[in-house]
């Protein structure tokens, strides 16, 4: 292979890797950390504004979405409601009964059902594509790195 298209390859996976580990750091340490030290309770969904109907609207389902507050209880038994605010979606109904996982020090941070699913889910998809990527520049790397017998 020409060492220019060897060279661009490289860069090529190095920034691809550069990429999944921000995105990792960013969209996936937060959850992953309230999710594994988080503590687990029931909460109720509560629909606090209707954002209308979804962009599938048009095909025939007519789903609507909402933002909601989730409420819930607290280690000592103190009640606190939090909110993801601007964030519409469809996956609970107004007054659903679901799991979460939050942070005892920081309630804010909190990680509902649902929501996990889809971490476990992006988190499988995220591991693949960097293993290949790894893999991938592995096999690019190893000419270089291995010093030839003489």
């Known amino acids: 292979m020409p060492r220019s298209i060897h060279l661009f ?19 996936g340490v ?7 030290g988080g503590v687990e309770t029931g909460a109720v969904a509560k629909e606090v504004a209707s954002c209308g109907a979804d962009d599938y609207a048009t095909q025939g389902d007519n789903a609507t979405t909402a933002i909601f507050a989730f409420q819930f209880s607290d280690q000592q038994g ?3 409601r939090e909110t993801r605010e ?4 469809n996956l609970y109904t107004n007054g659903e009964h679901i799991s979460l996982w939050y942070m005892p ?5 909190f990680l509902t059902d649902q929501e996990a699913l889809w ?5 499988g998809i995220w591991l693949c594509i960097t293993a290949l990527m790894s893999r991938f520049l592995w096999l690019l790397l190893r000419p270089l790195l291995i010093i030839p017998a003489r």
């Open 78 to 80: 103190k009640a606190v």
């Open 105 to 109: 020090q920081n309630p804010q941070s």
């Open 30 to 36: 937060p959850p992953w950390l309230v999710r594994i």
């Open 86 to 89: 601007g964030v519409c979606n």
């Open 9 to 27: 390859l490289t860069a090529g996976c190095i920034l691809i890797l550069l990429i999944l580990l921000g995105l990792a750091a960013w969209l």
């Open 119 to 123: 971490l476990y889910v992006f988190s």
